[in-house]
């Protein structure tokens, strides 16, 4: 079963608008860290922001937030006014605590497509 | 501080040569990920170091790839043979500790193998 799953293969907006790009996950770990990582056409990932499974607010980083609905197994990530320089991939990602019987092994999202419209 | 160092940033081989890829993390970063990246998909990983010994390569094709980080610092990824299949970006990625959810990975550049 997938543990991280991104259902918008694309999004479009224009610029100074706000998007949602949506991860939903998958753990019965209740110790979980939740990441968000930007990759841009030449290559490199780019840690965004992080959001831990215990954690009582929601991850902010400048224009980036982190919608993080437990209940839901969803932690959707939210950039406030648009800029060209935000187009790129955006991958969710997820590493479990030890009671998952792994070594917190990071596992990702097959990603979104972001395009910022001038 | 400096980044986690890959190289080379390219490189194009025929299938049934042997390729060989470097990395070195961030000073002080103890575990060390390799990761393949097909295009249009998300990463995945291949084998995973903590120092210099290997904490999970479940994924990594061991009949034909392998990997070492003998003095844990700096670690090569080699594969041999190579086949069409192996086209991807392969990703270097250091984190301070293992032992920890909330630890951020840290990605170099990668390098795009193109296998004719």
């Known amino acids: 079963a997938q543990k991280i799953t991104q259902t918008q293969p694309g999004m479009f907006v224009q610029e100074k608008e706000a998007v949602t790009l949506d991860c939903t996950y998958d753990?019965?770990?209740?110790?979980?860290?939740l990441f968000w990582y930007k990759q841009p056409s030449s290559g490199e990932m780019i840690f965004l922001i992080y959001?831990?499974?215990?954690?009582?607010q929601n991850a902010t980083e400048g224009r980036y937030s982190l919608n993080f609905q437990k209940a839901r197994k969803s932690a959707n990530l939210v950039i406030s006014a648009s800029q060209l320089g935000d187009s790129a991939m955006y991958f969710c990602?997820?590493?479990?605590?030890?009671?998952?019987?792994?070594?917190?092994?990071?596992?990702f999202g097959r990603g979104t497509s972001l395009i910022v419209h001038p | 501080e400096a980044g986690v160092a890959q190289s080379p940033r390219y490189k194009i081989i025929e299938k049934r040569q042997s390729v060989a890829f470097w990395c070195n993390p961030i000073?002080?970063?103890?575990?060390l990920y390799w990761y393949q990246q097909i295009l249009g998909q998300g990463p995945k990983l291949l084998i995973q170091?903590?120092?210099?010994?290997?904490?999970?390569d479940s994924q990594l094709p061991k009949d034909r790839f392998s990997a070492e980080r003998l003095k844990g610092v700096d670690s090569t990824l080699k594969i041999q043979p190579a086949k069409l299949e192996d086209s991807a970006v392969y990703l270097c990625?250091?984190?301070?500790?293992?032992?920890?959810?909330?630890?951020?990975?840290?990605f170099g550049n990668g390098t795009r193998l193109t296998v004719t």
């Open positions: 990625a250091s984190s301070f500790g293992l032992s920890s959810y909330n630890s951020p990975l840290h």
């Open positions: 753990t019965s770990d209740p110790s979980y860290g």
């Open positions: 959001q831990g499974s215990y954690d009582q």
């Open positions: 990602a997820m590493r479990e605590g030890r009671s998952a019987g792994g070594s917190y092994i990071p596992t």
């Open positions: 000073s002080g970063h103890a575990t």
């Open positions: 170091f903590q120092n210099n010994g290997v904490v999970d």
